[in-house]
């Protein structure tokens, strides 16, 4: 099993930025990828940005060049730098642990709002 315990949301003005961090504890060597999701009110859950073992990284289209995931194997904690923030980014941000055998596991969610 795997935890994951999220931290950094809050409220930003437009054009501000925010870190989120996400610590994993448990069985940490089974994860192979880790990334963030989020969800928008009346919105499914989408992809923010993924980072594999081997640091290559995915982003959606809308936060490519303004969000950075980084994550520190040392420490078990992938982390996501949102700059140049929009309104449109206002959601809950789960992070996200996959194992090699495509089991999953989530935070708990952490509120992102940005005010335009």
């Known amino acids: 099993q795997v935890q994951l315990v999220e931290s950094g949301g809050g409220l930003v003005q437009a054009g501000g930025s ?22 928008a009110p009346g919105k499914q859950r989408e992809l923010v940005a993924v980072i594999g073992n081997g640091h290559n990284t995915n982003y959606a289209d809308s936060v490519k060049g303004r969000f950075t995931i980084v994550r520190d194997n040392a420490k078990n904690t992938v982390y996501l730098q949102m700059n140049s923030l929009k309104p449109e980014d206002t959601g809950v941000y789960y992070c996200n642990a996959e194992e090699v055998s495509r089991v999953r596991y989530w935070g708990q969610g952490t509120q992102v709002t940005v005010s335009s």
């Open 18 to 39: 925010l870190r989120l961090s996400c610590a994993a504890s448990g069985s940490t060597f089974r994860i192979h990828a880790m990334g963030w999701y989020r969800q």
